[in-house]
């Protein structure tokens, strides 16, 4: 079991991100590639991952902490698609964002103080839209790199956005999503 804060693009967005994803496993259908996609319903953003297997007392906390906490809505627009942020996360697929990062980065330092959690230097504000199943090569990166560029320019990856109205607690378990509880902005 995963929890996580985060939040869920409405419909609207997430059927636009579908067909974003539609386009982006011919690319990798083409090169071969088998990927695990993330399933349309479940696309969201993590703000603030708290762990694995938290205890219900651990949970209550969080709920506790969480009413008393105040944010103010805020725009996301999508940049573009891409493959890696890391060497660590070198397989994942996902869109950064062109609006929205710098109130995430804020949401996220707010979180983890009011939530008292450790401190996690790798945050970088996305939405996954799968992962690759194998270690890819240098030549199959750069490849899928200039595909995806390409992709996000024609699928106008970056006119796609919304509002930020609530963040969610949310337990993942056994690929389903359970919202805890929901945090509506200001």
Do not use: C
Request: overall charge positive; hydrophobic content about 40%; proline content about 2%.
């Amino acid at each position: 079991m995963n929890t996580f804060v985060g939040f869920f693009p409405d419909d609207e967005v997430k059927n636009k991100i579908s067909t974003v994803v539609g386009g982006v496993k011919e690319v990798f259908k083409d090169l071969g590639i088998n990927v695990r996609w993330s399933e349309k319903h479940k696309y969201h953003v993590t703000v603030l991952f708290l762990g694995t297997r938290t205890p219900a007392v651990k949970l209550m906390y969080y709920k506790l902490m969480l009413k008393k906490f105040n944010f103010k809505k805020f725009p996301i627009r999508f940049n573009s698609i891409k493959l890696g942020i890391s060497r660590k996360f070198r397989e994942l697929i996902f869109l950064d964002l062109l609006e929205g990062g710098e109130e995430m980065r804020e949401l996220y330092l707010q979180l983890r103080n009011a939530l008292k959690t450790k401190k996690d230097t790798n945050f970088i504000p996305h939405l996954t839209l799968g992962r690759v199943n194998k270690d890819i090569s240098q030549q199959e990166y750069i490849n899928i790199v200039k595909e995806l560029h390409a992709l996000t320019k024609k699928l106008k990856v970056n006119e796609i956005t919304f509002t930020v109205e609530s963040i969610d607690l949310v337990k993942s378990e056994k690929g389903e999503y359970s919202v805890q509880m929901s945090v509506v902005a200001l």
